[in-house]
């Protein structure tokens, strides 16, 4: 059963897992996100109300 022989994808196997663990992290978090979080303020804003023109 070829499928039991390690050999031929142990070391495709473990170089992936290498790249995704050691490599691919630094590359995802040195792109830069649009949106930056920031702080809330304490004040709640005020509703409008609507204007309802047939009332």
């Not at 897992?17 to 979080?37: A, D």
Request: charged share 5%.
């Amino acid at each position: 059963m070829p499928q039991l022989n390690p050999s031929p994808w142990f070391l495709i196997f473990l170089f992936t897992w290498v790249f995704f663990l050691t490599i691919m992290p630094s590359k995802v978090m040195s792109y830069l996100f649009n949106n930056n979080p920031t702080t809330k303020s304490n004040q709640k804003p005020s509703p409008t109300p609507w204007n309802w023109p047939w009332t």
